[in-house]
């Protein structure tokens, strides 16, 4: 992980909350982000201040921590507007609360985890919530360049779905429906808290009473959160413990329809044995036995919201793939989009000072007896087919596209040479290990990879004529093809890209 990734944490405790332990638990917090790579800067201020524009670090994410019950609507209020008025009004905000109950505080904040809370349940959030706004920006910037070009239909913006708690009538895809939580064990006392306590807050609330039947549901049906009952008391059978609760846990995060869906453990205090690899593994919260119904109601629902933006948020990248910009056969955008793209995300990461990387895949048909004879129709099916792979494998935020009938790109934003090279090769590997069908006679396509780091178009001499995106020019370096040594890093051209000199 990105060790530039820097996370500012508040403590805002007033109205005589007790803090004696609390930086001790925010130095935990803080040293957990370390070793996820992540850098933090703590203040223990009493009150959000002025003092927060002196952080050195531009925060990618703040977290706002509280232990005061009595915590005031206006006071969160001001220190959201304080730290939005120093970093922002785009910046996300994790609230770490003592009462999932407060509905009125949980309105204000992008998220919130609420006490007791583990540093690994807090760097999994954050994970989760940085890697949902990395996908906000690549919609919106998309759509800016849908705009530049005119392209055709109809897309939802992101304004409405980003708003706090508000609910949105979206019958295509049902996301507007009552949230839906499965329970997985037996049909315990704490099952019939829980089970009245979201039906009175108008959740659908199913019970499967094993692990077969919770599957069956969970291949069968969309859900907004599973609660697995892991008591570890007598009576409970073996299929309820902790242990169980995380092999289901880790099949879900197996599958990547239930990868988002959350998974909450309910457990009495002795039942959680490694909190540290719970977390790890997929856990998204701990319920403890004998939690005020009402809290336990908060901590769900809180989590449903979250899974149900997410989802939204899918359906909307989802959209993308309608417009005329994008080929139907391979999912791929064209290369005009591509061009007038990667503009503006050098503009976008040049504000951001994060780096942006070019991919670049010449393909090279292999027979593998010389005298036999590519079939034109087999070669451009086992281009689509390969456009297909490449859309397939890369993340939300890359975008790929198809620069002419045998050469393909994809764009990394926040990732450099080094941290594209090995996603890069494993597609070429993943390729080239493919046999295509020439009618009857397999063949086999090798890839040219070429990486470059999207650099300034100042560094390029004036009177030398800009380089196309599919001529960078590149050689062998160290196992994989990297600029020379000896030239500027390769920019695409002013008129391909929309970049000013």
Do not use: W
């Not at 009462?99 to 999994?124: G, H, M, T």
């Not at 329970?183 to 704490?190: C, L, P, R």
């Not at 503009?347 to 027979?367: E, G, Y």
């Amino acid at each position: 992980m990105a060790t530039d990734t820097h996370i500012l944490i508040i403590q805002h405790g007033s109205h005589g909350a007790n803090q004696l332990e609390t930086p001790h638990e925010l130095a935990a917090i803080a040293d957990t982000l370390k070793s996820a790579g992540y850098s933090s800067t703590l203040y223990m201020d009493t009150e959000i201040s002025s003092s927060l524009g002196g952080t050195p670090i531009m925060p990618s994410m703040v977290l706002f921590h509280s232990t005061d019950r009595e915590l005031l609507e206006a006071d969160c209020t001001a220190a959201i507007a304080n730290i939005r008025y120093h970093y922002g009004k785009s910046i996300p905000i994790i609230a770490i609360l003592p009462d999932a109950s407060r509905k009125d505080l949980l309105a204000l904040f992008n998220n919130a985890i609420f006490l007791p809370v583990y540093p690994e349940q807090i760097v999994q959030r954050i994970s989760s919530v940085l890697r949902l706004e990395d996908i906000c920006r690549e919609i919106k910037l998309r759509l800016k360049t849908f705009k530049l070009l005119n392209a055709s239909g109809t897309l939802e913006t992101l304004s409405e779905i980003l708003t706090p708690r508000k609910e949105h009538t979206n019958p295509k895809t049902g996301l507007n429906a009552p949230f839906r939580i499965l329970f997985i064990g037996k049909a315990t006392t704490e099952f019939m808290t829980i089970m009245n306590a979201l039906q009175d807050r108008n959740v659908d609330f199913i019970a499967a009473f094993s692990s077969f039947t919770a599957f069956d549901y969970l291949h069968d049906e969309s859900f907004d959160g599973v609660i697995i009952n892991a008591e570890n008391s007598a009576e409970n059978s073996t299929d309820n413990t902790f242990e169980t609760a995380m092999a289901i846990t880790a099949t879900m995060r197996r599958n990547t329809a239930l990868y988002n869906v959350p998974a909450i453990a309910l457990t009495d205090q002795e039942g959680v044995v490694d909190p540290k690899k719970a977390f790890e593994n997929g856990l998204n919260d701990i319920l403890t036995i004998g939690t005020p119904s009402a809290e336990i109601a908060g901590r769900i629902l809180e989590l449903a919201h979250f899974h149900r933006s997410q989802e939204k948020i899918k359906a909307i990248y989802k959209n993308l793939a309608k417009s005329d910009v994008v080929e139907p056969d391979t999912g791929l955008y064209r290369a005009d989009f591509f061009k007038t793209y990667i503009g503006q995300s050098y503009q976008l990461s040049q504000s951001q000072k994060t780096p942006l990387t070019l991919a670049v895949f010449s393909t090279k048909p292999i027979l593998k007896n010389a005298q036999d004879t590519l079939n034109p129709r087999a070669l451009n099916a086992a281009l689509q087919q390969i456009g297909g792979m490449i859309r397939s494998v890369v993340r939300i935020q890359d975008c790929a596209a198809r620069l002419t009938s045998d050469q393909f790109a994809i764009l990394f934003p926040s990732q450099n040479v080094e941290q594209v090279t090995p996603i890069a090769q494993r597609i070429c590997d993943m390729i080239s290990c493919t046999a295509f069908d020439n009618y009857q006679t397999p063949f086999q396509i090798e890839l040219d990879l070429k990486i470059v780091p999207v650099k300034p178009v100042a560094a390029q001499e004036p009177d030398i004529a800009p380089q196309p995106v599919s001529d960078l020019d590149v050689h062998e370096k160290g196992g994989h093809k990297t600029p020379k040594d000896n030239e500027s890093e390769i920019t695409p051209p002013i008129n391909q890209t929309g970049l000013s000199a």
